[in-house]
Nanobody, 125 residues
Framework: QLHLVESGGGLVQGGNSLRLSCTAS????????VGWFRQCSGKEREFVAI????????DVADPVKGRFTIFRDKDKNTVYLQMNSLKPEDTCVYSC??????????????????WGQGTQVTVSS
């Protein structure tokens, strides 16, 4: 069982940056692939970024490629989503999730076992 907690959301002006954090108290967190997903108003949840359990593989969705980066700090048991050049269309609830995906391929990115509660990101124009 994992208990994921997101933090770092808030209100930011367009063009600025935010860093989201996803942490778990369980040491087993380091053995899971961790992804960030978002749900924007009136839309279905969508994949944003994912990092492998080892931290050596990452993938980022096309709408945020070049602006968002995902990385993990195993010593702090935390996965981060660095969001730069934010746009109003990035206004969503961002959630992190952890899973033991069999392959680091897009077909498996949604196969997450544990989810956090989410954190609101609002980008003003």
């Amino acid at each position: 069982q994992l208990h994921l907690v997101e933090s770092g959301g808030g209100l930011v002006q367009g063009g600025n940056s935010l860093r989201l954090s996803c942490t778990a108290s369980e040491r087993t967190f380091r053995h899971y692939a961790v992804g960030w997903f978002r749900q924007c108003s009136g839309k279905e949840r969508e994949f944003v970024a994912i990092v492998s359990w080892s931290g050596d593989k990452t993938d980022v969705a096309d709408p945020v490629k070049g602006r968002f980066t995902i990385f993990r700090d195993k010593d702090k048991n935390t996965v981060y989503l660095q969001m730069n050049s934010l746009k109003p269309e990035d206004t969503c609830v961002y959630s992190c999730a952890a899973g033991t995906i069999p392959y680091f391929e897009p077909a498996y990115y949604n196969d997450m076992n544990y989810w956090g509660q989410g954190t609101q990101v609002t980008v003003s124009s």
